[in-house]
């Protein structure tokens, strides 16, 4: 009998509790190793399959000292989960986006082929460029990177704005905490993106692309590196796109640290070799992006859904998600969390379902008392508004947002005055510093909510936060200051004791 | 790293030059730059405008801008622990806290770093960070004391 095939994760995740050290474990045993993406099933990484006749067999929290074990056939007891694919975990997905991650050798364009790749840059090669603009407008694919503004119509922008050099750029900076489906989605199945961003060149008349990569992302630097290599010796960049006529070069850019480089222009402004500084708005990167140029800009995810919208139809994206919130969403589960990692689902699941049924409770075992829903900028819902469907504007109707889908629960003994002053604190570091209400709004609320927590004056300082909550929200240049008030209030709003707490304390010990 | 004074500069305009043909060289200049030699000194600012034509100006505020171009020697073992809200939701403020402590104290080692970042995208499995620049999750006291056990 050969040597059976036996998947380990190369995903940052898994490598960060030992999956390396297990890979190679694995070698020194003789396996045929290959190194995947996740399946995000994060709880259990390591998580290895061995390849057999009823399909690929998992291991899960498999340490360097079981790989003869799970080799031999003796870690099923220990550690065995059954066929992967048949686990009520997945099976009870929609993966669209995530279908190859976790499955294929991110590293090799053969294999990516196998599993579907390359139908939809295909497909779009065959379609004039407005006809693929309309195929995505038909999709009702929205931006996936927090503002769900719909993809089609920012193409057409570009499509249509008159100029001989235009540019797609791919905004990977996901610095959002509790968010890493564009991490795991591009270190697991890269030349998705890659197909994504030229099918994109082509529908707006680009002839070059940049992807704007978070420098806390190194495995994913290196994967999508490694893979845009490896596409443009296959002809699937470069010149003459499969004998299409497409030019099209593609660079990857690793950013430096700033978390405001997630912010669309200031994203432009860091590319063009510049402190990432927010730009006034119009014009939008639509007509003058990248140079003066213009600029297509998508999230991963955007990008990543737009290679299965050109090879399914449109109309086949849409029928998926519920209003006006089409086609697949990644959510992310993170934080206090017993069972964490991605989950996709078409729009309209609740957040209960989410956190309870796919992630099992909290890890601590304690009662989750809220859940941030939409990355550092988004609201605090409490366990008594988790039935809110996930979608755009059924979250905006509750004062929540989507963002970019990552939630992140908290169990009881969370201090929410804390949380809402470390919102404050990380807009204070974080502020670009181009405009005063945030620059300054950010610091103030620090000192703001210090004298809460304090017991200071405090009804007469919950005063005070909100009114700089509104200036902040209505003066700031873009969603860094102009969000931050949105974790803040919904924190007073929803755990009013947690501010109060102190006051009555103060209260008790010695009159004012 | 000890790298003489000449020596660096022409290292320095080397890496510069070989990013001129792209477009926006700055980042990825810099970036080499604390590649190679382990921070941005005020002389490789003016070796990195001349080259580029850019302004000193432009170039300052460029490095001051960003966190990752640090403008000192980084200390010999560094560890960056996430302070974002999902590490903070598994106890990653007390971990901050006390690595801080730990290493103030000489704890960790001679000349060891203890730095914050914000979000290493590993959220699931907090509370994460990164030891000597290799990732690590559900870090504890006790297993970053076992990490770090060849500092000492």
């Known amino acids: ?512 | 790293m000890t790298v003489a004074t000449s020596e660096r500069a022409a290292l320095v305009r080397a890496i510069a030059a070989q990013h001129l043909s792209e477009r926006g060289p700055l980042l990825p200049v810099l970036h080499d730059v604390v590649e190679e030699l382990g921070y941005v000194a005020r002389e490789d600012v003016e070796a990195i405008a001349d080259v580029l034509n850019l302004s000193v100006a432009e170039v300052h505020g460029v490095v001051s801008f960003y966190h990752d171009f640090r403008t000192t020697p980084p200390a010999t073992h560094t560890v960056a622990l996430c302070r974002g809200e999902a590490c903070q939701s598994v106890g990653a403020e007390a971990l901050y806290d006390a690595t801080r402590d730990a290493a103030g104290g000489g704890r960790l080692g001679e000349d060891v770093e203890v730095r914050e970042v914000f979000c290493l995208g590993n959220c699931a499995l907090g509370p994460s960070g990164t030891v000597d620049g290799r990732l690590h999750g559900r870090l504890s006291t006790q297993r970053l004391d076992s990490l770090t056990e060849d500092w000492r």
Not at chain 1, 52 to 64: E, K, L, P, S
Not at chain 1, 195 to 217: L, P
Not at chain 1, 299 to 327: D, F, I, K, Q
């Open chain 1, 1 to 512: 009998m050969s040597t059976p095939r036996v998947f380990v994760p190369a995903d940052a995740a898994a490598v960060s509790v030992g999956a390396d050290e297990v890979a190679i474990a694995f070698e020194a045993v003789g396996a045929h190793v290959v190194r995947t993406g996740s399946r995000g099933m994060l709880w259990l990484e390591p998580l290895v399959e061995v390849e057999t006749d009823a399909g690929r067999i998992g291991y899960a929290n498999v340490t360097a000292d079981d790989a003869a074990a799970v080799l031999a056939g003796e870690a099923s007891d220990s550690h065995g989960i059954g066929v992967v694919d048949q686990h009520p975990w997945l099976t009870s997905q929609q993966r669209v986006s995530f279908a190859r991650v976790g499955v294929v050798d991110p590293a090799s364009v053969a294999d990516y082929e196998a599993y579907g790749g390359w139908k939809g840059l295909r497909r779009a090669l065959s379609l004039s460029p407005a006809e693929v603009v309309q195929e995505v407008t038909d999709s009702g694919l929205r931006g996936r990177g927090g503002a769900g503004f719909p993809a089609g119509i920012k193409w057409k922008t570009v499509l249509e704005a008159p100029s001989d050099l235009k540019f797609v750029a791919c905004n990977f900076d996901e610095g959002d905490s509790g968010t890493f489906a564009d991490r795991m989605v591009v270190e697991g199945d890269p030349f998705t993106l890659i197909e994504g961003m030229t099918i994109a060149a082509y529908a707006v008349g680009a002839s070059e692309g940049y992807v704007y990569i978070r420098s806390e992302y190194p495995h994913a630097v290196a994967a999508l590196r490694r893979a845009i290599e490896a596409a443009y010796t296959h002809g699937y960049l470069g010149r003459d796109v499969l004998g299409s006529g497409l030019d099209f070069d593609l660079h990857v850019r690793v950013g430096a640290g700033a978390y405001i480089c997630g912010e669309e222009s200031s994203m432009l402004e860091s590319l063009e070799g510049r402190r990432g500084e927010v730009r006034a708005k119009p014009p939008i990167p639509a007509i003058k992006g990248l140079w003066g140029r213009p600029t297509a800009v998508n999230n991963v995810l955007t990008l990543c859904a737009v290679p299965m919208v050109l090879a399914e139809g449109g109309a086949a994206y849409a029928e998926l998600g519920t209003g006006r919130s089409r086609g697949t969403q990644i959510f992310q589960l993170a934080g206090n969390i017993k069972q964490g990692g991605i989950v996709e689902l078409p729009f309209g699941v609740t957040l209960r379902e989410l956190i309870e049924e796919y992630g099992g409770g909290t890890l601590s075992g304690r009662p989750a008392r809220a859940a941030q829903v939409g990355g550092p900028l988004g609201a605090y819902v409490p366990a008594s508004g988790f039935d809110v469907p996930m979608a755009y504007e059924e979250l905006a109707e509750t004062g929540a947002m989507l963002g970019h889908g990552g939630i992140v629960v908290f169990d009881d003994t969370v201090d929410m005055a804390r949380m809402a002053r470390f919102a404050m604190e990380f807009c204070s570091i974080e502020s670009c510093g181009k405009c005063t209400p945030c620059r300054i709004g950010s610091t103030r609320g620090v000192e703001t909510l210090d004298r809460i927590i304090a017991g200071q004056d405090v009804d007469a300082n919950l005063v005070l936060i909100d009114d700089l909550c509104d200036t902040m929200t209505k003066g700031s240049l873009c969603a860094m200051g102009g969000l931050t008030p949105m974790p803040v209030q919904s924190a007073i709003r929803h755990f009013p004791e947690d501010f109060r707490g102190s006051a009555i304390r103060e209260g008790e010990g010695a009159p004012a």
